[in-house]
């Protein structure tokens, strides 16, 4: 499985960026797909995901801010950002994982920078 995301960039507070992440398979039935984040000195950690079916899952840091999508006929998934903060600088890494109990499979990451 690859899996290639982009987007990421420079930007100031209170700014959007849109990420993707296009994957070499199909989508569809895919468990779960979504975002982890690591800023420098920090664990990754979950941003988004998306799950079949059409459940998402948001960290509170970034609730009401960023929106998670699938688009299945292009087997990407999105991560829409608004509103960005300092804090939300990090690589920003995809994932997908095509079963509940399955391994995760990662992205190259992308970097985001928000400046002040």
């Known amino acids: 499985v690859q899996l290639q995301a982009s987007g990421g960039g420079l930007v100031q507070a209170g700014g959007s960026l849109r990420l993707s992440c296009t994957t070499s398979?199909?989508?569809?039935?895919?468990?779960?797909m979504g975002w982890y984040r690591q800023a420098p000195g920090k664990q990754r950690e979950l941003v988004a995901a998306?799950?079949?079916?059409?459940?998402?899952n948001y960290a509170d840091s970034v609730k009401g801010r960023f929106t998670i999508s699938r688009d299945n006929a292009k087997n990407t998934v999105y991560l829409q950002m608004n509103g960005l903060k300092p804090e939300d600088t990090a690589v920003y890494y995809c994932?997908?994982?095509?079963?509940?109990?399955?391994?995760?499979?990662w992205g190259q990451g992308t970097q985001v920078t928000v400046s002040s």
């Open positions: 398979g199909n989508i569809v039935n895919v468990y779960e």
């Open positions: 994932y997908i994982r095509r079963t509940e109990w399955g391994t995760n499979y």
């Open positions: 998306a799950y079949v079916g059409g459940v998402t």
